[in-house]
């Protein structure tokens, strides 16, 4: 701790010798708040960059106070020391007379206007609570700018959570020369230089430092640890090694106090300021490899000596402590730990015995919940269950791969491959899901099991969505021995289910539609309306492209009804796909194209489900095909092609008769064109899903009295318009426009009402469209 008078003002602290990479958005909201509030907590967790923002506000706030800044570094005291009299002598207040030193130091300010900085007051919170309780109630000219990794714990404290600094999605393509306003890509940059003079991005280096970035959660500490490498280590093998962030991350500033210098040590001082209870928790955590929820929490580490009841308190405390961060969506919050965190409670559960436990309460949480998504699907409830999968993926997968390699498990595994059919038909998870299939069934423990028959014959409906027919078929004809030797008969309809599938697939309409009314009925028999709506509407596939298309017709209103009582939107979506198929054979193009607009408006709304998108966009191109709008129609055919890139698969999965539909009607739009077919929307950027969806629904802003588009917006709210449609974020909008992320969000939410819209990809579709350049 050092003390730097100047003039009548102070302000004590050690002067940084780096340059400060980003925080504008930070830095302006903070003030705000110190605007209002005369105590702000900066909390985060170790190594978030609290102390550094502190100390940036601190020398841009010097002439604002009319008695200056004082600076108190905390971090260097023992959890027992005094602290009002290090205060006191870090603002020079005179240490004459016998008073307790609180006291003298509320009288010192008493009459002062200025900015007292307690930084690094985690551990000694008792000691800081008094005196900011006290100098606040005796002196109305100070405010205090606390760091902590925790709250101070009194009334009218206001806090403000560093986050981490932003990084570029995993799923978010981001081009090299947009990498650098990323603010954790431009510390590492910045930081490189120092190590490497001349450091910079280029294609090779900029995935893998983006990458580098994201695996150390963006927080600055590590970062800058890591640069410090760059002496030996290419960016490349400081990916290869981040998994042994701790070996790695070793060598800091050797002016820095001990707990700074490594990473190992600034997660030891979080881990010691924990008490046992919470200590236990953190390490059980360690067994989430993803965020999770309080009522994972609660079933898989709320036992012997942390009950369940504990959880609720213990969680707020790790919230509280920095350790665990909250992520909102509505009323639903989930948990998230950042990997060094995990890592961290990873190598302190070290007991075997301790690591089976947690994991084998971990794999049956995620198997009921898989169960329960099954048992419930035919109901309303459908998006929200593929939501939950999706979000809880990365939980899902781990317990998979635990039991796969746990004695006696194995068949575990294969039940929860088999419970989680929805989520990898739904089009985005195929290929995942395959893989996963197929190494289950690679090794069959218990050739006979009922879970491995089940198994099967979700890996045949994959498979045959996939375009693998035969595997498909095999698949099937696996299972339906299987349920003939158990004496299964559901299991027997299920198998002869995909037997059927395959038929349609192979152009055996006939006898597709045949074994469909067998199954369904089998389905219907044993109450599982589930299967018995998807056999019901590949039943009106068959019999659509059969040319029964009144049979066609009568098959899907019998599914949208069923579906209607039961609330269920997944089935339906597809029994109006067909509908529109039946319609358009049938030369009713009107009623064609409302049938499959409405697959499009649930998927839209509820599921975007990439193989029913695909296949309605299909049947939505050879509609408008067919009345002569070609130039709609090369639109339409640019926002299919995509989704089938999307997927990895084509159209010709489905079989000859929608293959040969697609080829014929992708002829008749190129012959209509001419020289114009291979232009502009074939050469345009490929679709996302989201884009395709509202490309085919026609979403605009709608035209004005004289053709022209409507343009309701500010001049801001086109700036951000332009930005949304060059695909950058709220972040990285407010970046450019210099305003915080709150202001682009209102922005955005405003520019959504003013146009009708739900999506920002019906922003960029509008904007792109009136030609508005960003900024």
């Known amino acids: 701790m050092t003390r730097q008078p100047i003039d009548s003002r102070f302000t004590t602290g050690r002067l940084s010798v780096t340059s400060f990479i980003g925080r504008r958005h930070e830095m302006a909201q903070v003030k705000a708040l110190m605007s209002t509030s005369r105590l702000v907590t900066l909390t985060g967790a170790g190594g978030v960059g609290k102390s550094r923002m502190a100390g940036e506000i601190t020398q841009q706030a010097r002439r604002a106070y009319r008695d200056g800044v004082g600076v108190v570094e905390l971090a260097s005291l023992t959890k027992t020391a005094s602290i009002a009299p290090v205060v006191a002598a870090a603002l020079d207040v005179s240490n004459q007379s016998q008073r307790p030193a609180l006291d003298r130091l509320a009288d010192h300010l008493r009459d002062k206007e200025m900015l007292l900085v307690l930084d690094n007051c985690e551990h000694l919170l008792d000691e ?64 490189a230089r120092n190590v490497v003079p001349g450091f910079a991005l280029d294609a090779d280096n900029a995935p893998v430092v983006a990458q580098l970035c994201t695996q150390l959660d963006g927080m600055p500490l590590a970062i800058e640890l890591a640069t410090t490498r760059l002496r030996s280590l290419s960016a490349t093998q400081l990916l290869e090694r981040v998994d042994r962030r701790f070996q790695l991350l070793n060598r800091g500033d050797r002016a820095a106090l001990p707990r700074q210098q490594t990473l190992r040590a600034l997660v030891d001082w979080s881990y010691e300021l924990c008490s046992e209870s919470e200590q236990l928790f953190w390490r059980r955590l360690s067994v989430f490899p993803g965020s999770f929820d309080m009522e994972a929490a609660e079933a898989v580490c709320g036992f012997g000596e942390l009950p369940a009841g504990d959880v609720l308190d213990l969680l707020d405390a790790l919230v509280a402590k920095s350790i665990l961060s909250v992520r909102r969506d509505g009323e639903v919050l989930r948990y998230h730990q950042l990997v060094t965190i995990r890592e961290y409670g990873q190598e302190l559960l070290s007991n075997p015995e301790d690591v089976k436990v947690l994991r084998t309460r971990h794999l049956r949480h995620y198997e009921e919940r898989c169960d329960t998504m099954v048992r419930n699907w035919c109901g309303p409830h459908q998006s929200r269950f593929l939501q939950d999968a999706r979000v809880d993926r990365a939980n899902l997968t781990a317990a998979m791969e635990w039991a796969l390699e746990a004695p006696g498990e194995h068949a575990t595994a294969a039940r929860m491959a088999s419970l989680l059919r929805y989520q990898w038909v739904s089009g985005n998870f195929i ?345």
């Open 128 to 191: 800081v609570s008094v005196l900011v309780n006290r100098i606040l109630g005796q002196a109305p000219g100070v405010r205090i700018l606390a760091t902590s990794r925790e709250p101070v714990g009194i009334t009218g404290e206001t806090l403000y959570a560093i986050p981490p600094m932003s990084t570029p999605a995993a799923d978010e393509p981001v081009r090299v020369e947009q990498l650098e306003s990323f603010e954790a890509v431009a510390l590492f940059v910045a930081r």
């Open 431 to 775: 290929p995942e899901g395959r893989a996963l299939l197929d190494r289950v069934l690679a090794e069959r423990p218990d050739a006979n099991h009922l879970d491995y028959a089940s198994a099967m014959w979700v890996a045949a409906w994959v498979s045959l969505i996939q375009g693998d027919h035969d595997t498909g078929a095999g698949y099937a004809r696996q299972c339906l021995r299987m349920a003939r030797e158990l004496d299964d008969p559901s299991l027997e309809a299920h198998a002869e289910h995909w037997l059927a599938l395959h038929r349609l697939f192979s152009g055996d309409l006939a006898g597709a539609i045949e074994l469909y009314q067998k199954v369904s009925a089998a389905h219907s028999a044993r109450g599982d309306s589930a299967a018995r709506l998807t056999a019901l509407f590949q039943l009106g596939m068959a019999q659509a492209l059969d040319n029964r298309l009144e049979a066609a017709l009568e098959t899907c209103q019998q599914v949208i009804e069923i579906a209607s009582s039961h609330g269920e939107l997944w089935n339906r979506a597809y029994a109006y796909w067909i509908r529109g198929i039946s319609y358009w054979r049938l030369g009713e193009f009107a009623l064609a194209t409302d049938a499959v607009t409405e697959a499009l408006r649930i998927q839209r709304d509820n599921f975007q489900d990439g193989v029913c998108v695909a296949l309605s966009l299909e049947a939505l191109h050879w509609i408008t095909v067919s009345t002569g709008n070609h130039v709609r129609a090369a639109e339409l055919a640019h926002a299919v092609a995509s989704v089938w890139s999307e997927l990895g698969i084509t159209v010709a999965s489905f079989g000859p008769h929608m293959h040969e539909a697609s080829e014929s009607s992708n002829a008749r739009m190129r012959r209509a064109l001419g020289r114009r077919g291979a232009s502009p929307a074939s050469e345009a950027p490929r679709m996302s899903k989201t884009q395709a969806i509202d490309c085919a629904l026609g979403v605009t802003a709608g035209p004005a009295k004289n053709g022209t588009m409507r343009n309701p917006l500010t001049k801001k709210e086109m700036q951000v318009a332009g930005f949304v449609a060059q695909g950058l974020t709220n972040r990285l909008i407010a970046q450019q426009l210099v305003i915080s992320p709150r202001t682009v969000d209102g922005h955005v939410e405003r520019i959504l009402a003013k146009l009708g819209f739900s999506t920002r990809s019906q922003i960029a579709a509008w904007a792109t469209a009136l030609g508005q350049p960003p900024g």
